[in-house]
């Protein structure tokens, strides 16, 4: 069974730019969260969805946005990039909501976004 | 959710037994103990996790201590691969990610 899939891998923008990620969950996961870590904060939240729907967000700006398609894969955006959005961006899929008993998060590899 | 203290980095030799301590203290009842790893630029991996009795999987095992204040993860034979960040966290069962925190961990290297 395929593991949780992010694409690009590696990514370089400049300021004032905007940027897609994308994630592949694994496969019948319905729940995909999105998390920015940094050196400095850690692994910080930034939204979950489910069945199409954004179901939790955390404390991040207006310009980090996301969705998510029908067949459970998701995209994140980040609009008028700033150095400091330069961090390994996390997604991970699970079978249910975050927080259900015994449901468990799996993390892709992330992508490392380079803000210049 | 209870805090973790985790020595910043260690050392193992190749083939010998990694063990990482992780303090607990303020952990209640209902919080479980989780391990995860994080190899360089790759998302966490979960390890194991438990609530009050030992644990063992193919990856690792898992000792907590009777007052479940503090708890080691072992790697029996630790191989050049297993280094990485690893992260122990408190949580209840059905806390989602959203308000786990991962603190700075602990840095294996693994040295052949």
């Known amino acids: 069974k395929a593991g949780v899939t992010q694409t690009p891998r590696y990514l370089i923008k400049t300021r004032g730019q905007q940027v897609t990620l994308s994630c592949s969950p694994i496969?019948?996961?319905?729940?995909v969260s999105w998390y920015q870590q940094t050196p400095g904060q850690g692994l910080q939240f930034l939204f979950e969805?489910?069945?199409?729907?954004?179901?939790n967000k955390g404390n991040f700006p207006g310009r980090f946005s996301g969705r998510q398609f029908s067949n459970s894969r998701s995209e994140m955006n980040v609009s008028t990039l700033e150095l400091g959005d330069s961090a390994l961006y996390l997604c991970?899929?699970?079978?249910?909501?975050?927080?259900?008993?015994?449901?468990?998060?799996?993390f892709g590899q992330g992508t490392r976004l380079t803000v210049v | 959710d209870a805090k973790t203290t985790q020595p910043p980095s260690m050392d193992c030799a190749e083939g010998r037994a990694a063990n990482l301590p992780c303090n607990h203290s303020?952990?209640?009842?209902?919080?479980?103990v989780y391990w995860y790893r994080q190899i360089h630029s790759q998302g966490p991996q979960y390890i194991i996790h438990?609530?009050?009795n030992n644990e063992t999987n193919e990856m690792a095992s898992l000792i907590i201590t009777e007052d479940r204040k503090s708890s080691t993860l072992i790697l029996p034979h630790a191989t050049l691969r297993d280094t990485a960040v690893y992260y122990c966290?408190?949580?209840?069962?059905?806390?989602?990610?959203?308000?786990?925190?991962f603190g700075p961990g602990t840095s294996l290297s693994v040295i052949p």
């Open positions: 991970a899929s699970s079978q249910n909501r975050l927080g259900d008993r015994n449901t468990e998060a799996f």
């Open positions: 496969s019948g996961h319905r729940s």
């Open positions: 969805y489910f069945s199409e729907t954004q179901r």
């Open positions: 303020t952990i209640s009842g209902n919080e479980y």
């Open positions: 438990g609530l009050k």
């Open positions: 966290i408190v949580r209840p069962m059905k806390t989602s990610y959203d308000k786990v925190i």
